[in-house]
C-alpha cells in the first residue's frame, strides 16, 4: 500500500495521501465539531495499515475509540455505510487497531517519564517560563550536576542541585559564572507550581524508550500509540513542551534517512496552537528547524488545530498537506482567518476556496495533497472516509483490558527512585551535619574538661592560702613599683602600636573592597 485513502472528491476524484510524501507534514484544521479527530482517526488507521506507527494525542478521550471495532450496532452504522458507499469505498468494514494508551499521570495508560537531564535546561526553562538570566543559573546547576556525575533524574534532583548551587554561589561563581540569589529562589518557587501540576510524576524513570512508540504488531500493523491529555490539557505548558521533548528526541535520536518510501513514525500534534502560544521567537525556530530537519530521519508530523492562523508562517511553510474543515466567518478575525486558510491552497478552477470553506459540512474538508513531484495537488471539496474503529470513545474497561495486554508489559507500571542528585547530595548534607555535630561535641567536651581543670587548681590554691594564713605573714615578694618615667614611656609605646596597627588593617580592608 503506498498510499492512504481520505475520501472523494464532489467531482468524484479520490484523495490520497501518498506514503512517500507524508514525511513533508501535515495540517488538519477545521472549528469544534466539523470533524478533525474523526480525520486524525483515518489517517492513523491508514499509517497503521501501512504499518507505519503512529504517536496522537487524546485531547478529549474520543479517539480511544481506535483501539475497538466498529459495530453494526453502533448508532451510527447506517451513516457510516451510506458515507462509505458514496464515496466509493467498497471493501469497507470494521476493525480495531493496536493501541497502546499512554498517559503522563499514569491513570489512562502507561506513566509516560523522561528524566530532568533529558529534558534538558532549555526546554525545562521553557516549562518554567524563566526568564534568560534564570535560565542561565538553570544551565549552571546542569553543568554542576554534570560535572560532579550527579544524576538529575526527577524534580526532587533538581531542586538538591539548585539548593548546593545556591549555597555555594561564593566558590562556584569563579568557575561557572554569576549565579544570583533571587534567580535560583525564583526557580525553586516556579519548581513548586511545577510539582503542583504533577509534572513530579513526569520526572523520573524509568523513562519511556523511543523504540516502544514506533512498534508494529505481529501481522506487521503499525502500533498507535494513544497519548490520554484529557487533564494534561489543562497544563498547556507542561503538554505543549513533553510533544517538543517527544520531538527533539526523536529529531537527536533517529538516523538520517532521506525521503523513505513510508514514514519511520506518524506523529499527531493535536491543539497544536498551544505550542506557539506566548512562544519566544527563538522557540518558533527551533521548531520550524526540528520540523524541517525531522524530515528525512522519516517522521511525519501533523499538526492539528482550530486555526490555521494559530501556527507561524515558518511553520506552516513545511507543512506540504492540508486538510481544511470549515471555518465559521462571523467576526472580521475569522473572515482574516478564513482568507488566509484558502490562500494556502493551489485553487480549484470549479469553485472558488475561500467561499468554500464556511459551507463544508461536517467530516467535510478541502483536501490537498502533494503529487508524487511533491508538488500540492488542486484543493478539492472532500467527503472524508469513515473510521474502522469506533467512533467515540472506549469504555474504561475496554481501556483496562487493552492496557493489560499492552506489548510494553508492566515495565512502565513502577518508577524507579535509584541514587541521583537528591539522595548524593541528602547524604553529603548529612555528613557535613554529622561532621559539624561532632566537632562541636569535642569541642564541648575539651572545654568542660578544661573547667574541670581550673575548678581544681582553684581549689588547690584555696587550700594552699588557707594554710598559709595560719603560718607569719611572708616578706613582700614580687616587681619593683615602676618610676613615673618607665610607666610614661610604655604607654606611648602601647598608643603607637595600636594606631599603626590600626592602620595596617584599614590599608587591608580598604584593599579589599576595591577588590
Ligand atoms: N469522516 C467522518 N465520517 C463519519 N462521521 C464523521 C466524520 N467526521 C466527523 N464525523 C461526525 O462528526 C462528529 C464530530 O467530529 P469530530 O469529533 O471529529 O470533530 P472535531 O473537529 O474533532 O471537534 P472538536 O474540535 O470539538 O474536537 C463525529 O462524532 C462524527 O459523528
Ligand atoms: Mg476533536
Redesign the pocket.
Known amino acids: 500500500m503506498s498510499s492512504i485513502f481520505i475520501?472523494t472528491d464532489t467531482d468524484g476524484t479520490r484523495q490520497e495521501l501518498l506514503l512517500n510524501r507524508a514525511n513533508r507534514h501535515g495540517l488538519i484544521a477545521?472549528?469544534?465539531?466539523?470533524?478533525?479527530?474523526?480525520?486524525?482517526?483515518?489517517l492513523s488507521e491508514g499509517f497503521s495499515n501501512a504499518g507505519v506507527p503512529v504517536f496522537c494525542v487524546d485531547?478529549?478521550g474520543?479517539l480511544s475509540g481506535i483501539s475497538q471495532s466498529g459495530s453494526k450496532t453502533h448508532k451510527?452504522h447506517e451513516?457510516?455505510i451510506s458515507?462509505a458507499e458514496k464515496i466509493g469505498l467498497a471493501d469497507y468494514d470494521y476493525k480495531a487497531f493496536p493501541t497502546i494508551f499512554w498517559d503522563l499521570y499514569g491513570e489512562g495508560g502507561h506513566p509516560v517519564r523522561t528524566t530532568i537531564t533529558e529534558m534538558g535546561p532549555t526546554l525545562l526553562s521553557r516549562l518554567m517560563d524563566l526568564s534568560n538570566v534564570q535560565e542561565g543559573v538553570m544551565a549552571i546547576a546542569f553543568d554542576v550536576a554534570e560535572d560532579n556525575n550527579w544524576p538529575l533524574l526527577d524534580l526532587k534532583d533538581l531542586k538538591a542541585a539548585l539548593t548546593f548551587v545556591s549555597e555555594n554561589r561564593k566558590n562556584l561563581i569563579y568557575e561557572y559564572g554569576n549565579i544570583s540569589a533571587q534567580s535560583v529562589g525564583a526557580i525553586i518557587r516556579n519548581l513548586l507550581v511545577l510539582e503542583r501540576d504533577g509534572a513530579d510524576e513526569f520526572f523520573g524513570e524509568p523513562a519511556l524508550k523511543l523504540s516502544d512508540i514506533m512498534r508494529s504488531d505481529m501481522s506487521g500493523n503499525g502500533i498507535i500509540s494513544v497519548l490520554a491529555a484529557d487533564q494534561l490539557i489543562n497544563h498547556p505548558r507542561l503538554y505543549s513542551t513533553f510533544l517538543l521533548w517527544l520531538l527533539s528526541e526523536l529529531f537527536e535520536e533517529l538516523p538520517e534517512i532521506g525521503d523513505p518510501d513510508k514514514p519511520i513514525l506518524a506523529f499527531f500534534f493535536d491543539e497544536a496552537h498551544l505550542l506557539f502560544d506566548e512562544a519566544p521567537k527563538a522557540l518558533v525556530e527551533k521548531i520550524e528547524q526540528v520540523a524541517r530537519l525531522i524530515r528525512s530521519k522519516g517522521v511525519s508530523i501533523f499538526f492539528v488545530t482550530?486555526n490555521p492562523t494559530d501556527i507561524p508562517d515558518s511553520v506552516l511553510g513545511q507543512v506540504g498537506n492540508r486538510i481544511q474543515?470549515a471555518l465559521r466567518a462571523y467576526t472580521p478575525k475569522e473572515q482574516k482567518a478564513v482568507r488566509l486558510s484558502a490562500r494556502g491552497f493551489r485553487p480549484n478552477p470549479a469553485f472558488k476556496t475561500e467561499d468554500v470553506i464556511t459551507d463544508l459540512g461536517?467530516?467535510e474538508a478541502l483536501v490537498s495533497v502533494l503529487d508524487v513531484k511533491g508538488r500540492p495537488q488542486i484543493v478539492g471539496q472532500t467527503l472524508?472516509?469513515?473510521?474502522s474503529s469506533r467512533?467515540?470513545p472506549a469504555t474504561g474497561a475496554e481501556r483496562k483490558t487493552v492496557i493489560s495486554r499492552s506489548p510494553v508489559g508492566s515495565q512502565y507500571d513502577e518508577t524507579i527512585d535509584r541514587k541521583s542528585a537528591y539522595e548524593v547530595l541528602t547524604t553529603k548534607r548529612k555528613k557535613i551535619a554529622d561532621a559539624k555535630a561532632a566537632e562541636e561535641e569535642k569541642l564541648a567536651k575539651q572545654k568542660a574538661a578544661q573547667e574541670k581543670a581550673k575548678a581544681a587548681r582553684e581549689k588547690a590554691k584555696a587550700k594552699t592560702r588557707s594554710k598559709a594564713k595560719t603560718r607569719a605573714p611572708a616578706k613582700r615578694r614580687g616587681r619593683k613599683r615602676q618610676s613615673a618615667w618607665e610607666t610614661g614611656t610604655k604607654q606611648a609605646a602601647r598608643t603607637i602600636g595600636t594606631q599603626l596597627g590600626r592602620q595596617i588593617v584599614r590599608g587591608i580592608l580598604g584593599g579589599l573592597k576595591r577588590w
Open positions: 475520501g477545521g472549528a469544534t465539531g466539523t470533524g478533525k479527530t474523526v480525520t486524525l482517526q483515518i485531547v478529549k474520543d451510527l451513516k457510516l458515507r482550530q474543515h461536517v467530516g472524508i472516509r469513515p473510521p467512533l467515540g
